[in-house]
């Protein structure tokens, strides 16, 4: 293996056009995943039409560089607008956006990718050291250890529920409600389709994401556009940057954890990277001494997420290239970019193109590297963004939306939903429910609901969803994640309450 992945490399560094075609799609990556509406998966699919004429180890190339990318690129604008550009960015809007809202723009941004870099660079390192062995784990998961997968990303509520209980699981439910909408994937019926035969399919998620991120920002900012914005002040704070020693040794142990999850989500097929960036979120929250400090723009919530996303990337291809089984949606479009260049995945690929399938290795590798070099030179540029007036951000959030809405599936329906969406998420605002809940509800709901249903129709008895190993130990992480925000709770009030008995003693 290791004589293969050797000789790769100067295939991959030694040809212009594989370079040009990393360095080309790398950027046009990170334009694409910062545009609401545009997601990695859409990125490869407008691709591959442009590698007909390219060989098959530049093409793959060309596909890492654009996948890479637009995972990146979504941090953008979920940093500088509130608005994920791909559902992988969902988690990153929590800190990211109240960082650039107080002036810490650039450092988010610089953050995010350096974060990205490093989440990729371990995913990749995983992909090319133990893929097959990784395959191997993803398939033991069946429908049961999927839906304990889902439950313990749907566990990760608790961590959201630092105001009202009660509203947060309102919240909750609003998005598990929206994810029972359209046919019914087990038994074929209807639900929730208003007469219309547009909800068949339920309600896209992203561009559920879209409306309930971006409609009640545009109101916000439409609100609050009568008062004076110190521009001043945003510019001046929003000069700070990385600062590679100290920031560097504080992210280590995030870095490592966030990666692991992220490299192990990566290998299930079906489990995405907005599941590993929240799942890695709630971990590094609750490892945390002040978690008090999550989601007020705390950097270390953006650094659990983006390394977490990113480090699905190169592990999800993982179960693609030695069994044909694609790791998740921008896979699956990669799979059919391969039978397009006549290469068919499985185990085959291996020793019939060893140089093709380890070149991709080192693609998946090396542009990670030119993703952060873009993320660096143009953080200070894209921070610039703070400084638009707050009516005219507004109108082009809204342009951008409903642009970007409507090219997912060239069709109105998506962008009167996104503005439906929109809606809801301003009651939400107006009453003070959180709004990550009913993303996790939304994400999370249906591959819970249809795992669920196809576990109990393959075991003999109920049982069989739990005493299975691999289940056995995801329920057990799924207690821990529920518990340890109660443990902290108790402690919490305990602590308050010998304040106040000492306060009380001394005043008296």
Same mark, same amino acid.
């Given at each position: ?236 704070? =929003? ?74 990337? =190169? ?194």
């Amino acid at each position: 293996m290791l004589e293969h992945l050797f000789a790769a490399l100067p295939a991959v560094i030694f040809s212009w056009q594989g370079v040009l075609a990393m360095v080309v799609s790398t950027g046009a990556g990170i334009i694409i995943g910062a545009l609401p509406g545009l997601s990695a998966t859409m990125g490869v699919a407008l691709l591959i039409p442009f590698t007909f004429g390219m060989d098959s180890l530049t093409a793959l190339l060309a596909m890492a560089g654009m996948y890479n990318g637009a995972i990146y690129g979504g941090s953008i604008s979920a940093i500088l607008l509130n608005i994920p550009g791909t559902p992988a960015a969902v988690c990153t809007t929590l800190d990211g956006y109240p960082m650039a809202k107080r002036g810490d723009g650039v450092l988010a941004l610089q953050a995010g990718v350096i974060c990205s870099c490093v989440g990729g660079v371990l995913s990749a390192l995983s992909l090319m050291l133990i893929a097959p062995y990784l395959a191997q784990l993803a398939l033991r998961f069946g429908p049961a250890e999927y839906f304990w997968v889902a439950v313990l990303g749907l566990s990760t509520i608790a961590s959201f529920l630092s105001g009202s209980t009660l509203k947060g699981l309102i919240s909750g439910f609003i998005g598990l409600l929206i994810s029972t909408f359209g046919t019914d994937a087990i038994t074929g019926v209807p639900r929730f389709d208003f007469g219309t035969s547009y909800l068949l399919d339920g309600v896209p998620q992203l561009v559920a994401l879209i409306g309930l991120f971006s409609i009640p920002e545009v109101y916000i900012i439409l609100e609050k556009s009568g008062l004076k914005q110190g521009v001043k002040d945003i510019h001046l704070a =929003a000069s700070r940057g990385w600062d590679w020693v100290r920031d560097s040794t504080a992210s280590v142990s995030i870095w490592i954890r966030s990666s692991l999850i992220g490299i192990i989500i990566g290998i299930m097929p079906g489990a995405g990277a907005n599941i590993a960036a929240f799942i890695s979120y709630n971990d590094a929250r609750q490892r945390s001494k002040t978690p008090e400090k999550f989601g007020t723009g705390f950097i270390d919530g953006v650094k659990a997420a983006e390394t977490a996303n990113n480090a699905v990337t =190169a592990s999800a291809l993982a179960p693609m290239l030695t069994f044909g089984v694609p790791g998740n949606a921008v896979a699956a479009v990669m799979i059919g970019g391969l039978m397009v260049h006549g290469l068919q995945p499985g185990p085959n690929l291996f020793v019939k193109e060893p140089i093709v399938v380890y070149g991709l290795m080192w693609g998946m590798l090396l542009t990670n590297f030119i993703m952060l070099f873009f993320g660096l030179l143009g953080s200070r540029l894209f921070a610039k963004c703070l400084l638009i007036p707050p009516t005219l951000m507004a109108a082009a959030i809204l342009v951008l939306c409903c642009v970007g809405t409507y090219s997912i599936n060239n069709t109105l329906g998506d962008v009167f939903a996104m503005l439906i969406c929109g809606f809801i998420g301003v009651l939400m605002l107006r009453l003070r429910i959180p709004v990550a809940p009913a993303v996790l509800g939304i994400i999370l709901g249906g591959m819970a609901e249809n795992e669920f249903r196809r576990a109990l129709l393959l075991a003999d008895s109920f049982l069989d969803l739990f005493i299975r190993p691999l289940s056995a130990v995801l329920i057990a992480l799924t207690l821990l994640s529920l518990a340890v925000p109660i443990i902290k709770g108790v402690k919490k009030r305990k602590a308050g309450v010998v304040e106040e008995e000492m306060s009380g003693g001394i005043e008296f």
